[in-house]
T-cell receptor
Framework: NAGVTQTPKFQVLKTGQSMTLQCAQD?????MSWYRQDPGMGLRLIHY???????DQGEVPNGYNVSRSTTEDFPLRLLSAAPSQTSVYFC??????????????FGQGTRLTVV | SQQGEEDPQALSIQEGENATMNCSYK?????LQWYRQNSGRGLVHLIL?????REKHSGRLRVTLDTSKKSSSLLITASRAADTASYFC???????????FGAGTRLFVKA
């Protein structure tokens, strides 16, 4: 099993550009989520999905879109990049957080810089 | 605002000493998890404690949970230089589907 795979690992964008961060998991997890990590801020939840076709907002959703057309994939789209979106982005998957077996598996992260 | 808040923000100890980190949260939970993050890497799950459990052990890790105080602690015994990392608590709420992380404790173990 590959676990959770994120691409790309590094990206530099110009202000106003759009891009998609890819996330794929091969563990048949129904729950997937995107976090951003800024220095001293821990991880903040951007969007999450409880299954194909179902997504919802997290703590900091503005400027980001998601979709979940398959169980395996959960891409994160930056609509119009801003310097405030410079961060490290992590994708995670697990069984339902409300369940008793909810260990989250993380990708290795995408380091995004917006100039 | 974040659900979990770790304390202290940073901790520096000598190899062989014990390290204790605390986490407080705000709402009802189904479970609480602890994760480790080595610099520049993704998070790795360490241990999960359910809301009806009070204490759990895994190797050199001991986690306690006090739901009346909405707090948890992670104890790492006989620390090693390889334990140097950031440690995060995360909560799975009774409301359903969000897993919310705290800001983390940075642990530095000196050899």
């Amino acid at each position: 099993n590959a676990g959770v795979t994120q691409t790309p690992k590094f990206q530099v964008l110009k202000t106003g550009q759009s891009m998609t961060l890819q996330c794929a998991q091969d563990m048949n997890h129904e729950y997937m989520s995107w976090y951003r990590q800024d220095p001293g801020m821990g991880l903040r939840l951007i969007h999450y999905s409880v299954g194909a076709g179902i997504t919802d907002q997290g703590e900091v959703p503005n400027g980001y879109n998601v979709s979940r057309s398959t169980t395996e994939d959960f891409p994160l789209r930056l609509l119009s990049a801003a310097p405030s979106q410079t961060s490290v982005y992590f994708c995670a998957s697990s069984y339902s957080p409300g369940s008793m077996n909810t260990e989250a598996f993380f990708g290795q992260g995408t380091r995004l810089t917006v100039v | 605002s974040q659900q979990g808040e770790e304390d202290p923000q940073a901790l520096s100890i000598q190899e062989g000493e014990n390290a204790t980190m605390n986490c407080s949260y705000k709402t009802s939970i189904n479970n609480l998890q602890w994760y480790r993050q080595n610099s520049g890497r993704g998070l790795v799950h360490l241990i999960l404690i359910r809301s009806n459990e009070r204490e759990k052990h895994s190797g050199r890790l001991r986690v306690t949970l006090d739901t009346s105080k909405k707090s948890s602690s992670l104890l790492i015994t006989a620390s090693r230089a390889a334990d140097t990392a950031s440690y995060f608590c995360a909560t799975g709420g009774t409301g359903g589907f969000k897993t919310i992380f705290g800001a983390g404790t940075r642990l530095f173990v000196k050899a």
